[in-house]
């Protein structure tokens, strides 16, 4: 039976294996993977000197405004992320807590993940240039696109891959550019038909468009919602679910017809 003041200190020893969980679980390595704005590279320019976009077996004219591709920076595949990490990364509106499963393929080492990531990245190259060349009724067999990015991984840059092209190509029609001098931003994957498909990260990645000058941001229409969650000051959204989508609503700016391009 405990005194009066043998039972602070006996519910204060009790505490003790409390406490330790506590501290064992805030070190503890968690299934997530923080996430940050990452970089955006002008499609229609250079990377490293390279052209990003090269074509050849068709006229290519020069270009104005800029085609942003946008990404996403994570904590690596076998980085430990904790207690601690997870909870800054809560509260603050340029950084977001992802399951890991949803950034990287489970059960793959750093090697293996890069590998299936610039895997992706050269099949998202195929498929838009097969979109843009089929959009525009142009030769598979006749024009030839190559598709230059160092150190970028994933199939996220479909959609401006083949608006880049598009826009080479004089997809405008008349010689104008797509993006009416505009810097554009935008993310999505692609199809070889040209469907836009949902990636992940939206709203990491209209702050990075933001940061660097883009105040148009093509979004595939399924993730309006979380491209709205922190949308930056003055950047204007338009959804997009095919490659036709997004040209037409380009043109529509351009042209300043702003009631035909649509909104989130």
Not at 32 to 46: N, S
Not at 224 to 241: H, I, Q, W
Request: aromatic content about 4%; proline content about 6%.
């Amino acid at each position: 039976m405990l005194s009066r003041l043998s039972r602070p200190r006996a519910l204060a020893l009790c505490a003790l294996p409390v406490a330790a969980l506590f501290a064992v679980v805030g070190l503890a390595p968690l299934p997530y993977a923080i996430a940050q704005p990452g970089t955006t590279v002008d499609v229609l320019g250079e990377d490293d000197g390279t052209e990003v976009i090269s074509i050849t077996g068709a006229p290519v004219r020069v270009t104005q405004g800029q085609l942003r591709m946008t990404t996403i920076v994570a904590t690596g595949p076998s980085a430990d992320v904790d207690l601690a990490d997870v909870a800054d990364a809560w509260f603050r509106t340029d950084r977001a807590v992802l399951p890991h499963d949803s950034v990287y393929p489970p059960g793959k080492s750093d090697a293996e993940v890069e590998k299936y990531n610039l895997g992706q990245m050269k099949e998202s190259q195929d498929a838009a240039a097969l979109a843009a060349l089929g959009f525009l009724d142009e030769d598979p067999e006749r024009v030839k696109v190559e598709l230059n990015l160092a150190d970028i991984g994933g199939p996220s840059a479909g959609l401006l891959f083949s608006l880049g092209i598009v826009d080479k190509l004089d997809g405008d029609g008349d010689g104008g550019d797509l993006t009416g001098g505009r810097t554009v931003a935008g993310t999505g994957t692609i199809t070889a038909d040209g469907k836009v498909g949902a990636v992940g990260g939206v709203s990491l990645k209209t702050q990075a468009a933001a940061r660097d000058g883009a105040t148009v941001f093509l979004v595939p229409k399924a993730e309006c919602s979380d491209a709205e969650a922190e949308l930056p000051k003055g950047m204007r959204l338009v959804p997009v679910t095919a490659l036709s989508d997004a040209v037409a609503s380009l043109r529509a700016l351009e042209q300043g017809q702003d009631a035909k391009v649509p909104a989130c």
